[in-house]
């Protein structure tokens, strides 16, 4: 049986499907991480009353983004995914951004995705058709949210499902 860190994304460049890996249930005030020496969600933080994830949060597995960290994804679904649950999403976009702490630029994209298999989202197919509103109050959240962790967040721009798939080729980590 594989390790969670050693599960594949399997991407569908046609139907711009893959595997995700939910670490943080929306409406959570809790962040987790996976941690892959115990192959367990750590708790890492506690959001503020009053604050909370505005969707559930997690990773692309197989993957390396620019900050060393799996790919992230936002993914919208029907009710909050518990920690732990691999779900299949279809990409909707990608939240290109920068996170500055302690005077160090890096790229921290997150991919925007909905459930496959759901059925409120089920006529979103991009990123655009959920509204300015939409992605201004995930703006807002996220750079609260670095703000109380001593970070500074940046978005750079909001692009469409083929981004988001180059970005997953991009960062696919290569079998040893």
Not at 24 to 29: A, L, V
Not at 72 to 82: K, T, Y
Not at 91 to 108: F, H, M, P, Y
Not at 133 to 156: P, V
């Amino acid at each position: 049986m594989p390790k969670l860190n050693e599960i594949d994304h399997q991407l569908d460049r046609k139907t711009r499907c893959c595997r995700a890996i939910i670490e943080t249930p929306q409406g959570s005030r809790s962040k987790f991480n996976f941690d892959p020496e115990t192959g367990l969600f750590k708790l890492a933080a506690v959001l503020p009353a009053g604050m909370a994830f505005p969707l559930s949060f997690g990773f692309i597995p197989g993957t390396e983004a620019d900050d060393g960290d799996p790919v992230d994804i936002l993914v919208l679904s029907d009710e909050p995914l518990p920690s732990g649950t691999l779900v299949l999403v279809r990409l909707l976009g990608v939240i290109e951004a920068e996170q500055t702490e302690r005077d160090v630029t890096v790229r921290n994209d997150r991919l925007l995705g909905k459930v496959e298999a759901s059925h409120i989202w089920a006529d979103v197919e991009e990123v655009d058709q959920l509204g300015n509103a939409f992605s201004d109050d995930l703006e807002c959240f996220f750079e609260t949210y670095n703000t109380l962790r001593g970070r500074r967040f940046k978005l750079r721009k909001v692009a469409g499902p083929d981004k988001a798939c180059r970005l997953i080729s991009k960062a696919e980590i290569k079998s040893k």
